[in-house]
């Protein structure tokens, strides 16, 4: 009853009353003052970014620079030098402006933590991605480099200070928006002022979402925000001064709020079932051992494996003919699978397998779908909107693409995979005796789809990865994580996912990674709850009354992610544009592109009617000369006139 109870007041805490977004702010023009009697000296100007100054006689310093607007400014109040520039963190929109500052003789400050993503942005960006790479949600990355390399002369450590003509500003490690993210805080008499970055704006909401998701479920970035919150909580600053949205005067309380909303949050977001602690216990209490060694029967025609941290993915329906098909296949030894394929023949009476249809477009559930191609002619099927995102991943920046996992089939990289079926969402089929229908099931990703139908008596549908759960645990609501990099917005995602199962009232539940979920009902209207609660909960979270800008990624993203530039030659791409408002949206998408990249055009401009989206083409040219390599492209946004700066990007390969 406790963890029932916890679960109620969460849910009331969420979604109990509509949340209220800050009231919309819109910058002055040119510099403002976010308090000119308590401190004449301090200045502020918004581009892409808030930049502050502080003036000292005819000298400045700058924290962040956006687009470097600022700088056009200063000569109005008698600043001619700029002695240094602090970066709060390595976000593009924070530093973009770099290059202006060739001839000011400026220095630059940044977090050490984040050196390399200053100096080295293109180390960062990969042709090729694995599940490993550094500052990536299973090969997506979550940091966000500038297009032109940005020298450091001082690197911060996280509790380091840094003098300046008297003033002694306290460098303060406040990660969680970034992964080396730095406030300044500096002492005016018995109160602070604190230059915080991202880590809180106004109205104790978040600027980013997809900025602060560092791993796949776990709530890294949150804790590390979280916690950063309550240490300059702990300074009590007079005024905040967020590189986003309008200073703020009572920061403390702010913080205070806003920790207890990533509280609640938190509550909400880490995985709903018991992952990595009691989970091997109750993932299947149905299945029973058979003849083959680690083969467990679920129903008369329905199998999977099972084995102590064993958690493959593969479904075998095994039909009276002796044919068999199979709802995804991977992250097996492929002896191992062999071996056990042959027992199936011998000791089941399996005489081959006809179809593979892996659950979604994630690589772990078909690993093994090209080699049981080649070695037992299995065909590949699944639905249309699989399709691009699994024969193509390197033209799109999800997680845990196929060519993540590094595997070979017979000496020779694993990169993609082709179907030989494409099904339209609730298209039928029938097969030996049986009749399933694949549906689109979305949830912890949008490109996913539910295999269902009868057997031995059972309504079974077969889920992949959307959730996994005890259906008898009342703790449990079932989503095995929030990932925006999965393409995930939580209506085209789980609360949709969660719709279709209440719709469809399964007996049986066929999860990924060998969970199987009988009398599923009760634990179908707690997923259910969850959902709605979860986005709920990121609206509280969000400055913005559309949260999707917040949390997706994707807004505004090229398709191909990752080309290849032959020296002297052009490509094209499309740049993907998304309105989330209810009404008209204008925008204006600058294409940035470093030395040797050209764009044609140079700068989108167009409207988009509510709730819609749109490609527009862009041909990237690289010069007789360009660097060879990779580089990174850059799309400056303004919607509706307002300045989102280089939030999203390209990768581009410069080959001879």
């Known amino acids: 009853m406790k963890t029932l109870r916890l679960f109620a007041s969460l849910l009331l805490a969420s979604c109990g009353s509509a949340p209220v977004a800050p009231a919309a702010w819109t910058a002055p023009a040119g510099l403002w003052r976010p308090d000119p009697a308590g401190h004449p000296d301090l200045y502020a100007f918004t581009d892409t970014c808030n930049a502050y100054v502080i003036k000292d006689g005819d000298a400045a310093i700058l924290i962040d620079l956006g687009d470097g607007g600022v700088l056009d400014h200063l000569a109005g109040i008698g600043v001619k030098h700029v002695e240094w520039v602090l970066f709060t963190h390595h976000h593009r929109e924070q530093c973009q402006g770099f290059p202006k500052l060739k001839g000011w003789n400026a220095k630059v400050g940044a977090p050490q933590a984040e050196r390399d993503l200053f100096e080295q942005p293109a180390k960062y960006r990969k042709m090729n991605v694995r599940l490993g790479d550094p500052f990536t949600v299973h090969g997506a990355s979550y940091v966000r480099p500038p297009v032109h390399p940005v020298p450091v002369d001082r690197g911060f450590a996280r509790m380091d200070t840094f003098a300046w003509r008297g003033r002694e500003f306290r460098c303060i490690e406040t990660r969680g928006n970034s992964p080396g993210g730095m406030s300044y805080l500096l002492q005016r008499g018995d109160r ?21 998701e560092w791993d796949y479920g776990f709530a890294a970035g949150i804790y590390a925000i979280t916690n950063s919150a309550g240490q300059v909580q702990g300074y009590d600053p007079e005024w905040m001064l967020p590189s986003h949205g309008p200073a703020i005067p009572d920061g403390a309380r702010q913080l205070g709020l806003y920790q207890e909303k990533l509280r609640r949050f938190e509550m909400l977001f880490v995985r709903g079932y018991d992952v990595n602690t009691f989970s091997g ?14 083969l467990w029967q679920v129903l008369p025609h329905l199998y999977k494996f099972r ?19 199979l709802v995804d296949c991977g992250l097996f030894d492929e ?59 390197e033209r799109f920046d999800y997680s845990a693409p196929i060519q993540a996992y590094n595997q070979k089939l017979d000496g020779q990289p694993v990169e993609s995979v082709t179907f030989d079926r494409l ?16 549906d689109w099931m979305p949830g912890q990703t949008e490109f996913a789809l539910a295999v269902q139908g009868m057997i031995d008596g059972k309504k079974v549908v077969f889920t992949g990865d959307n959730l996994f759960a005890d259906p008898d645990d009342p703790r449990h609501t079932g989503h ?33 990674h060998s969970y199987v979920m009988g009398r599923p009902a009760g634990l179908i209207e707690r997923y259910r709850t969850w959902a709605y609660a979860m986005r709920d909960s990121f609206r509280t979270l969000s400055a913005d009354p559309d949260y999707e800008y917040m949390f997706d990624p994707f807004w505004v993203r090229a398709e ?18 998304r309105n989330f408002r209810p009404r008209p949206q204008a925008h204006s998408i600058a294409v ?17 009617a509510a709730k819609s989206r749109g490609p527009f083409k862009v041909r990237l040219r690289a010069a007789a000369d360009a660097k060879p390599g990779v580089a990174i492209v850059a799309f400056d946004i303004t919607l509706d006139g307002k300045r989102y700066g280089q939030v999203f990007d390209a990768v581009v390969d410069v080959v001879p």
Not at 310 to 325: H, Q
Request: some cysteine; aromatic content about 10%.
């Open 192 to 212: 602070w002022i604190a230059f915080t970055g991202d880590l809180m704006m106004d109205g104790a909401t978040m600027h980013a979402w997809f900025d602060t």
């Open 335 to 393: 002896k191992f699978l062999g071996d056990s394929i042959a027992l199936m023949k011998e000791r089941l009476g399996l005489k081959g397998i006809d179809v593979m249809i892996p659950t979604h477009m994630h690589g772990d559930h078909f690993l093994q779908g090209p080699w049981l191609r080649k070695h037992h002619g299995v065909k590949l099927w699944a639905i249309d909107r699989m399709g691009p995102v699994c024969e193509h991943p």
């Open 480 to 512: 095995e994580c929030v990932n925006a990099r999965n393409s995930a917005i939580l209506e085209e995602g789980y609360i949709l996912g969660a719709e279709y199962l209440a719709r469809l009232k399964p007996d049986l539940i066929m999860g990924g």
């Open 560 to 577: 191909p992610y990752r080309v290849k530039v032959p020296r002297g030659g052009a490509v094209e791409i499309d740049v993907h544009v």
């Open 281 to 294: 216990a109750t993932q299947d209490k149905f299945a029973k051992p058979t003849a083959v060694p680690h």
């Open 423 to 438: 099904f339209k969402d609730g298209e039928s089929f029938d097969w030996e005796g049986f009749r399933f229908t694949i």
């Open 307 to 325: 084995g102590p941290n064993f958690s493959p993915n593969f479904c075998l329906v095994l039909a009276d003919s002796g044919r068999g098909l």
């Open 592 to 608: 940035a592109a470093p030395p040797g990249l050209s764009a044609e055009p140079s700068v989108l401009q167009g409207t988009l």
